[in-house]
């Protein structure tokens, strides 16, 4: 892993946060947010708390103070977690944790994280009563979320630039013989060796395989005269990675290489997938982002073979807005961040696959990837 410090989030742009989420209520005529263990929590407040049963649970509302209701046993990891100051209310075993997440709150509206697990949804809905509407929290904390401040992009980058040197590790060692499933653990622990807390997911798609976007490593034997794609992330600080490339081996005999089929897919992804880069800017609209990849490959012949979104959004989350996808007509701003990822798949054959993450720069695109994005071609 390489040294130096590592960027973090200020404490006070946790408080900066909480506020602008209490007036982002307000003006959406919410009573309160109420935000159980997840990425909201880690965002509003900086504490990643462990998912239990047990409910833990954000109150923001307008013009009060937020608090924080948690297990009892779980007061000191709270206070530990937190990045600013946010009263904590503990609740017993014996006691209904849900009483006291609505003490105080007679609304008619209140908004809950987005995935909130339906035994706490449930259990709230009942304390509250049926004259009480429940909205997503998405609805008020969406836009705060999706636009990254100048920290949130450094932890990004930093992410990226991890995942860019395991790629390249795994390109340069031995693949042919291995299993896929042996590939993917080496990923997820060099993904760790390089600064990510995880390593969420590693996708060694091999041979046929390739055509499967989200294929489970197996115990498939790679062999040589076939292509890899390689789509691995994690969270490093927080923040996600996630980039795919695409790897030919060759098992060192150079007539094992990529026949010209592939290699032609593989030119009409590569043009398109830099198109769709090329695309961002302020402005854009995320499906004119998406048309920017899809229309090249359609053109090519290839527009059945290309059946998923070209992105999503990260963060915190590894998938959350924006979403580059056909009728998405959102706007793109300064500060979003989010894959560009097009991918050519012939059932039962091939595939290859390109992603970056990208950024909304104020004069286009800032790519954090810097993985070289032609086929690579190794022994293996």
């Given at each position: 892993m390489n040294g130096g410090v590592r960027p973090s989030i200020p404490a006070a742009r946790f408080a900066a946060r909480l506020g602008q989420a209490a007036e982002a209520t307000e003006r959406a005529g919410i009573g309160a947010l109420l935000i159980g263990v997840g990425s909201d929590l880690r965002y509003l407040t900086g504490y990643a708390a462990l998912p239990l049963?047990?409910?833990?649970?954000?109150?923001?509302?307008?013009?009060?103070?937020?608090?924080?209701?948690?297990?009892?046993?779980?007061?000191?990891?709270?206070?530990?977690?937190?990045?600013?100051?946010?009263?904590?209310?503990?609740?017993?075993?014996?006691?209904?944790?849900?009483?006291?997440c609505i003490a105080g709150l007679a609304v008619d509206r209140v908004a809950v994280s987005?995935?909130?697990?339906?035994?706490?949804?449930?259990?709230?809905?009942?304390?509250?009563?049926?004259?009480?509407?429940f909205e997503l929290s998405s609805s008020v904390l969406r836009d705060m979320r999706m636009i990254k401040d100048p920290d949130e992009i450094a932890l990004l980058r930093l992410a990226a630039e991890a995942a860019d040197r395991v790629v390249g590790q795994i390109a340069a060692g031995r693949l042919v013989g291995r299993t896929e499933a042996d590939v993917a653990r080496e990923v997820r622990e060099r993904l760790v060796a390089e600064g990510h807390e995880e390593a969420h997911f590693a996708i060694v798609a091999s041979g046929p395989a390739s055509a499967s976007p989200h294929h489970d490593a197996s115990d498939r034997v790679i062999r040589a005269g076939e292509p890899i794609v390689l789509d691995i992330g994690g969270s490093l600080g927080g923040y996600g990675s996630d980039i795919t490339r695409t790897?030919?081996?060759?098992?060192?005999?150079?007539?094992?290489?990529?026949?010209?089929?592939?290699?032609?897919?593989?030119?009409?992804?590569?043009?398109?997938?830099?198109?769709?880069?090329?695309?961002?800017?302020?402005?854009?609209?995320?499906?004119?982002?998406?048309?920017?990849?899809?229309?090249?490959?359609?053109?090519?012949?290839?527009?059945?073979?290309?059946?998923?979104?070209?992105?999503?959004g990260i963060g915190l989350d590894g998938h959350e807005d924006p979403y580059i996808v056909v009728g998405n007509a959102l706007p793109l701003s300064e500060g979003m961040a989010f894959s560009i990822e097009p991918g050519i798949y012939l059932a039962g054959r091939y595939g290859a696959r390109i992603e970056d993450i990208v950024v909304c720069g104020q004069d286009g695109p800032i790519v954090l990837n810097g993985a070289p994005h032609e086929l690579c071609v190794v022994d293996g």
């Open positions: 049963e047990r409910c833990t649970m954000l109150v923001v509302r307008p013009g009060a103070d937020p608090f924080l209701v948690v297990p009892r046993l779980e007061l000191a990891a709270a206070e530990a977690g937190l990045r600013t100051p946010v009263e904590i209310r503990t609740w017993d075993e014996t006691d209904d944790p849900y009483r006291l987005d995935t909130m697990l339906a035994m706490h949804l449930l259990r709230l809905q009942d304390a509250l009563g049926a004259a009480t509407r790897l030919w081996v060759t098992g060192g005999d150079a007539t094992r290489g990529p026949d010209e089929r592939f290699r032609d897919l593989f030119g009409v992804l590569y043009h398109a997938q830099q198109a769709a880069v090329e695309a961002v800017r302020p402005g854009a609209t995320c499906e004119a982002v998406d048309a920017a990849a899809r229309t090249p490959i359609t053109d090519q012949g290839y527009g059945e073979a290309f059946f998923h979104r070209t992105g999503h």
